[in-house]
């Protein structure tokens, strides 16, 4: 017998070795507002036909749980492809990035086929797909020899999961069937289809828009917003990795271990720089207009997606175009920290609009734009304070005001400054690779690692208080950053080319120093396993101007 402990109800009972947390479940009686998908044991998060052998703390969780809910949408992604496989038999489904609060995914009836997917075909891969879910049809789970799961794939024609397999350099390797379908994920699934009661299928841009629950309330839809313009970054990305023969994750290994990675370097670094000529090109055509020329630049972004740099190589670019621009950071008019925003539990809302003097801010626009010279303001960080050290800005001749910040886009924020004097840029990762076709990297964690590099060298927060604060983080963006991000005149996609390779690196020995007893070590197992599927680079041919210097170090810029 074995004692287990339930973190749900703060009680212990004892089970025999083996028992599944599917049957755990059942012994202790909780109220569960929504379904429960799965589960972390010992802060690792495993699925419910999980057995466990040893005592052990556990802790169930439904889909509000980020861990949960990636549990609960790479089964559906599962159930799309097998339903797919059921009715169009030798086709290809491409699950190839997050949007509009679903998944974009392309449909390849055929090798050669490029014809948009029709309304019929998604009736008949939603009808499929409702038939799974009625029959309640199992995950299954296999351990094997990484051998024998390339042979598995390689005897489908799964060519991108091969690739990642033969990279990875793995010994064994999990894979799971639905009915007589194989596929690889990289995480745990729920035990059976009939746990997927939530999720929509859609025609959306030629392809198909999978849709899953609302991670505030998951009985129900998450609500669709169009997003034409990161629609369209994303293309982009993905046309540039073609032509570069990287279409996942398995292409970049094999490509950095034949000693390609200072091309890849090279490649990134020339996509990003040509990306920020052409939008300074733009607000310099647009200054020089004779009607309402644009004076002033808005630069937002979420949290890590490289906003500061960002700023200062379109700064560089526009004074190759003549232009003399000047900066601040919304951060300068931060309320002192007795007036800041809070949580309920009484802790800081630090990235909350009111955060910031907006009154202050724009009287202080109206008055540089006009033509005054104003006093800006430094927040102080260690006092929390605002404080004024003789900084004075004036827009002369040529001259152009940059502002970047988290509220930058916030229409409140400009709101007396006429929409045709301002240009609006927003930055995010818009990570391009998958791990394979039907494993999307989530483009959160391209920014979660770069937070927890650049917080730990900079002494700021160890990686346990990064972690732990990253759900706040990723709330406050839902609420005041990507509602307006399809405003911007611009986007910019800041992901690097081989970015994670490049952070392993650096990212591996702070994660294994996050102790196991914390509520950190899930996401830090997590993160650790994930890096793991990419070969490592190392970062010393990365100029000092890069974007990712900003979070790695060895920046040319000042911060």
Known sequence: MIQVYCKNTKTSKRFAEGTTLMDMLTEFKFEAPYQIVSAKVNNVSEGLKYRVFNNRDIEFLDVREASGMRVYTRSLCFLLVKAAHDIFKGCRL????????????????????????????????????????????????????????????????????????????QIYTDYYTLGDTADYYYGRLVPSAGYLNVWGLEPYHNGILLRVPDRHDPSQLSHFIDQPKT???????????????????????????SGAASELIQVAEALQEKKIVQIAEEI?????????????????????????????????????????????????????????????????????????????????LLKILSGEEVDIPEYNFVTGLREYKGKKLKLGKGSILLVEGLHALNERLTDQVPDACKFRIFINTLTGNSLDNHNVIPTSDNRLLRRIIRDYNKGSFSAQETIDQWPKVMDAEEKWIYPYQENADAMFNSAYLIEFAVLRNHAEPILQSIPKNTTAYAEAHRLLKFTHYFAPVSDKEIPPTSLLREFVGGSSFTY
């Open 94 to 169: 491409y699950i190839e990035h997050p949007i509009s609060n679903g998944y974009f995914c392309n449909l390849r009836r055929t090798k050669n086929d490029r014809k948009p997917v029709t309304s019929q075909d998604i009736d008949r891969l939603r009808a499929r797909m409702q038939e799974i879910v009625d029959k309640d049809m199992p995950f299954h789970r296999y351990e094997v020899q990484t051998e024998e799961a390339i042979r598995i794939f390689k005897d489908r024609g799964y060519e991108d999961k091969v690739k990642l397999l033969e990279s990875s350099g």
């Open 231 to 257: 629609f369209a970054m994303f293309n982009e990305n993905r046309r540039w990795n073609n032509i570069m023969h990287l279409s996942n994750v398995g292409d970049v290994n094999l490509a950095c271990q």
């Open 284 to 364: 310099d055509h647009r200054y020089h207009r004779r009607e309402n020329p644009v004076r002033l630049v808005l630069i937002t972004g979420p949290s890590s997606s490289g906003k500061t740099t960002f700023c200062k190589r379109i700064s560089v670019q526009l004074k190759a175009c003549g232009l003399r621009p000047v900066s601040f950071s919304t951060d300068d008019y931060f309320v002192n920290r007795v007036e800041t925003p809070k949580f309920p539990d009484g802790s800081y809302d630090f990235d909350n609009f009111d955060t910031v003097d907006h009154d202050m801010l724009q009287n202080d």
